[in-house]
């Protein structure tokens, strides 16, 4: 298994910013798949989930409507859209799978793409 994130950056507050999620080596239609991050000082959390079809989406509170999650899987990719940035926003930014809707992460890690928000 291959997942390797794109897309981060140095961003003012307010702007936005599209991550992107490259698997391979996995069926990646039938995995459920989750946006992470951990800032620095802090515990890696869980900020956004989408079911294997991409029907169904679960966000943490802290990025509720200003994130979307969504997933193409004909790419084998999947996308985290950052709008309204805030410098709490900062940190570097993981894909994995994940085993339910707000399930566990599945496997290993990838290097991660950073978002830095400046204020």
């Known amino acids: 298994v291959q997942l390797v994130e794109s897309g981060g950056g140095l961003v003012q507050a307010g702007g936005s910013l599209t991550l992107s999620c490259a698997a391979s080596g996995i069926t990646f239609s039938i995995k459920a798949m989750g946006w992470y991050r951990q800032a620095p000082g802090k515990k890696r959390e869980l900020v956004a989930t989408?079911?294997?079809?991409?029907?169904?989406?679960n966000y943490a509170d802290s990025v509720k409507g200003r994130f979307t999650i969504s997933r193409d899987n004909a790419k084998n990719t999947m996308y985290l859209q950052m709008n309204s940035l805030g410098p709490e926003d900062t940190a570097v930014y993981y894909c994995n799978i994940i085993s339910g809707p707000w399930g566990r992460s599945l496997s290993s890690w990838g290097q991660g793409t950073q978002v830095t928000v400046s204020s």
């Open positions: 989408i079911t294997n079809g991409g029907t169904n989406t």
